[in-house]
């Protein structure tokens, strides 16, 4: 610890951000516990920002954020926003099992350096949001829905960047996954008719929840096509039409149900990785709690029922590794933590309350919207073994938007240049889509890759953000990335 502390302390001598201000430097964090020894210094900075209302009293909304400088340039490079999904999951959640600067290990007694961290080429801004997740406060009752979030999350993006000026002229970028795929779209909407963050660049997202329809089909049709269920079943299956009706009828539920029965031995968000796997596979699950209860609570609601709320959340290896972390009492005060809650991956009581006629509507709408601005670097990936929010459904949204691939970027090869023996990473299509300022617009699957693209493949998830992120200066035809 003292190692790492002192390289701490030498990131804050050099560079051209050493100037932050004295808001900024309040924050900073001088010494995490069991962080360890990193190969070049960097900053963390982490604590609150107020979002509240223009109708509330000052400090009613605080939203936690950890800040983490870029570990290559700083002062040039991009400025990335993450949240998780859910809805109700904390950013902290990828921080810790993503791709954040470290990994908890040890059963949250320690963190190891993360070698594919995302702060290799950004200065990354964890949130914890909508305000009630994690360490994030909230005084008033809320009423938790998609333009609450956006809103909220557009008043973090301005303070973040009155208490760090510095960075204002350089890029944003704004990331997540799973329910991120409302989260985003929406934020994005908010910052581009607001007009006030003229740096805003684009969108960068994995496995998203578009809209239900797609993502039910995605789920049953990934485990059909691993040979997951029986011939008459899947049968039974489109003969109910299945694909093509929502919300699911009678017949549906009956067949999806059987389904589910045979699906239960399996881990949907990673069906050919082993449960709970080692740190280096899929520890960063967390987000399948809140997720599940969603739909499950999206379905009853279709159908007209009122779903009872579970005694408590699933919780796999990696979620209590970082909730005991987050809990414990050192780690709390290096990263100036002001509320007394116990902290959890996902909140139970946010999720419960979000607006679920949200969590089933369309995004695809917005997505039009914002592609036809033709300013706006978009990027969907997909991890082609997650059957929750599926490639198979993610193709819907994605070719059902009606733009043409590029002719020598159709459904491409792609692979991983540090890594020659992994002959495809993947497959990439650019799609040919109004751009007036450099706007883009790719699919990209990644192979072998659960829900959690960072934490199933980390090698390839930094390969596509530093391909993303330089897409106004390399070739578009570029297919090994």
């Not at 406060?137 to 993006?157: C, G, I, L, S």
């Not at 578009?210 to 039910?216: G, L, V």
């Not at 709390?332 to 607006?355: F, M, P, Q, T």
Request: hydrophobic share 40%; charged share 20%; net charge negative.
């Amino acid at each position: 610890m003292r190692v790492f502390a002192a390289l701490w302390a030498s990131a804050s001598m050099v560079g051209a951000w050493a100037e932050y201000s004295p808001e900024a430097l309040k924050d900073e964090i001088h010494e995490l516990p069991g962080a360890p020894v990193v190969p070049k210094p960097f900053r963390l900075f982490s604590g609150y920002i107020d979002v509240s209302d223009t109708t509330e009293k000052a400090g009613t909304r605080q939203m936690f954020y950890w800040f983490v400088e870029s570990q290559n340039e700083p002062a040039k490079d991009p400025v990335l926003l993450w949240t998780n999904g859910g809805p109700g999951c904390s950013g902290l959640g990828g921080f810790l099992t993503e791709q954040g600067p470290f990994n908890v290990v040890k059963n949250g007694e320690s963190l190891e350096y993360n070698e594919h961290s995302w702060t290799k080429v950004a200065n990354m801004v964890f949130i914890e949001q909508p305000v009630g997740v994690g360490f994030s406060t909230v005084a008033n009752k809320m009423n938790y829905n998609d333009a609450q979030a956006a809103a909220d999350n557009h008043r973090f993006v301005k303070g973040f960047f009155k208490r760090y000026s510095q960075y204002v002229k350089q890029d944003l970028y704004i990331s997540s996954e799973s329910y991120g795929g409302h989260y985003m779209p929406t934020l994005a909407k908010k910052i581009k008719d607001e007009g006030d963050v003229p740096q805003f660049r684009g969108v960068f997202l994995g496995n998203p929840l578009t809209y239900m329809m797609y993502r039910n089909y995605g789920q049953y049709g990934t485990a059909w096509g691993h040979q997951l269920f029986p011939a008459p079943l899947w049968k039974r299956y489109e003969d109910a039409k299945c694909a093509t009706t929502f919300p699911p009828s009678d017949a549906c539920n009956a067949v999806t149900g059987d389904m589910d029965k045979i699906m239960a031995g399996f881990d949907p968000y990673a069906l050919d990785f082993a449960q709970c796997n080692s740190a280096k596979a899929a520890v960063g699950r967390h987000e399948r709690w809140a997720l599940k209860s969603a739909l499950a609570k999206a379905d009853a609601a279709a159908k007209g029922e009122v779903l009872l709320q579970a005694s408590a959340p699933y919780e796999p290896c990696g979620q209590e590794f970082a909730a005991t972390y987050l809990n414990r009492a050192d780690v709390r005060a290096a990263i100036h933590v002001k509320s007394d809650a116990k902290w959890e991956l996902c909140s139970n009581s946010v999720g419960s309350a979000y607006n679920m006629t949200d969590v089933m509507s369309s995004m695809v709408p917005v997505w039009k919207e914002l592609i036809a601005r033709g300013d706006l670097k978009i990027m969907i990936i997909s991890g082609d073994d997650d059957s929750v929010c599926a490639t198979l459904g993610t193709q819907q949204f994605v070719w059902d938007l009606g733009y043409a691939p590029k002719k020598n970027m159709n459904w491409q090869p792609w692979k991983v240049d540090e890594q020659p023996e992994y002959k495809v990473a993947g497959f990439r299509t650019d799609f040919d889509v109004p751009s007036s300022k450099k706007g883009t617009f790719s699919f990209v699957t990644v192979h072998s890759a659960g829900h959690m693209v960072p934490s199933t493949q980390p090698e390839r998830s930094l390969t596509l953000v530093k391909n993303f992120l330089a897409l106004g200066e390399k070739s578009e035809t570029t297919v090994v990335v």
